[in-house]
């Protein structure tokens, strides 16, 4: 009975610890976007497309959060005192830093377009250059990550491509489909870039919880 209230007792703590590491990871991002937001608030050419450009921030928000807590994760290793969440962390430890480079860089670049283009906050031709860079970037990392995932996460992998081909198609294809008749305003290309990256996102968080990959070791 005392050995298991102690491990409850460093369990507990140890969920702490990844909390804390979280949200100092993501607190500074978070106060930078607030910071961001009030600073454009008032600037009419940045918000001139509207929900597009609110639906595209969230979804970088969203994408570099995630790739902030991952990396919180991984930070957090050393000071885990169950031996075996440690032990999984640290060897998960370069599949998490890569995937949180590419969440990052994908979540930036998805930021950066949403305030890009003519007349707006980030010039053209800037604002193409480094979203192409940050987007390539994303894909070699996600490559690389690939290539050192055991058979479970890589069917994962493949689970979340289809899933997101088929929320694409079906919101995507239905959207089109009503503005094609006139029901509603058609998509714009900020619209479909958006739900390129949200769709595969949620896809790779759900395939990956499908197949156990955020169950605690040993459980």
């Not at 890009?116 to 490559?143: F, H, W």
């Not at 694409?168 to 998509?187: C, D, Q, R, T």
Request: aromatic content about 10%.
């Amino acid at each position: 009975m005392g050995k298991m209230a102690a491990r409850t007792g460093t369990t507990s703590r140890d969920d702490w610890v990844r909390f804390a590491f979280t949200l100092g990871m993501n607190l500074p991002f978070w106060a930078l976007m607030l910071w961001a937001t009030i600073a454009i608030g008032r600037t009419d050419a940045v918000w001139a497309d509207g929900t597009a450009v609110v639906f595209a921030v969230v979804v970088g928000v969203l994408h570099v959060s995630f790739g902030l807590t991952a990396a919180a994760q991984r930070a957090s290793a050393r000071f885990i005192r169950v031996a075996e969440e440690a032990e999984e962390l640290r060897h998960e430890g370069r599949g998490l830093l890569l995937g949180a480079g590419a969440l990052v860089a994908a979540g930036s670049s998805m930021i950066l377009l949403a305030v890009a283009g003519p007349d707006r906050l980030v010039p053209p031709v800037v604002g193409l250059t480094v979203a192409v860079l940050l987007t390539v970037a994303a894909m070699i990392l996600v490559t690389v990550r690939r290539r050192g995932l055991d058979e479970l996460r890589r069917i994962a992998e493949r689970d979340s491509g289809y899933l997101a081909f088929q929320w694409f198609s079906l919101i995507g294809g239905s959207w089109a489909i009503l503005a094609h008749l006139g029901f509603v305003a058609a998509p714009t290309q900020l619209h479909w870039l958006s739900m390129i990256w949200a769709f595969s996102f949620a896809g790779g968080i759900i395939a990956a919880a499908r197949k156990g990959a955020f169950d605690p070791p040993g459980g």
